[in-house]
């Protein structure tokens, strides 16, 4: 089983949403196994009903769900850890400094692992007992690739913002989430 770790502050909104909506764009019988936790989550928090409401809407399924804090176990297990934004990434990498080369933002390695000569096409990963190629890629690409602002690897907190933020922010979220099934699982991804 592959552990992928979807950070975000509450662990309420963002990555929750990813955390599902990767579950239901993976196909049956994955080895991946999304999860998520919170850099600043209040454990088993219920998710907000207006992201159940949204990811269902989107076909996910928000049954069982409880908040959790980030912590270094969590960390350590996952085989790619994807924060929601930069802040998330750097949390993690606070709490287990060797995380590093596995440690992102969810639209950072989608769009290293699949950028330029040598750039991974879905279904090129395979993932083998834990591990997975598209993070060795990603991560070497990651000190050549050209910087960009932070505002095109971040997706934007909707909390506390209106309904159609949030539902943009999902569909955003949906968008890396199936680049990244695809790229995790070699299934066709939606785009």
């Not at 088993?44 to 912590?71: H, I, K, N």
């Not at 969590?74 to 085989?79: E, K, M, Q, R, S």
């Not at 750097?90 to 400094?97: G, H, I, T, Y």
């Amino acid at each position: 089983m592959t552990r992928v770790l979807f950070v975000c502050t509450g662990n309420v909104h963002r990555s929750v949403l990813a955390e599902r909506l990767l579950a239901i764009r993976l196909p049956p019988g994955s080895a991946v196994r999304p999860e998520s936790a919170g850099t600043e989550a209040l454990p088993c928090s219920d998710m907000e009903a207006s992201t159940r409401a949204v990811l269902e809407e989107l076909g996910g399924d928000g049954s069982g769900f409880a908040a959790r804090p980030l912590t270094a176990q969590l960390v350590t297990g996952a085989a790619l850890v994807l924060g929601l934004a930069r802040e998330h990434r750097e949390a993690a990498v606070r709490l287990v400094p060797s995380a590093l080369r596995r440690c992102f933002t969810l639209k950072e390695f989608v769009r290293l692992a699949t950028g330029g000569p040598g750039g991974v096409r879905s279904g090129e990963f395979r993932v083998d007992s834990g591990r997975c190629a598209a993070v060795a890629v990603a991560a070497a690409r990651r000190g050549t690739a050209a910087p960009v602002p932070s505002a095109e690897d971040d997706i934007a907190d909707p909390w506390g913002r209106p309904r159609h933020v949030l539902y943009a922010c999902a569909r955003e979220i949906d968008h890396e989430v199936s680049r990244l099934a695809g790229l995790l699982d070699g299934s066709s991804a939606r785009a």
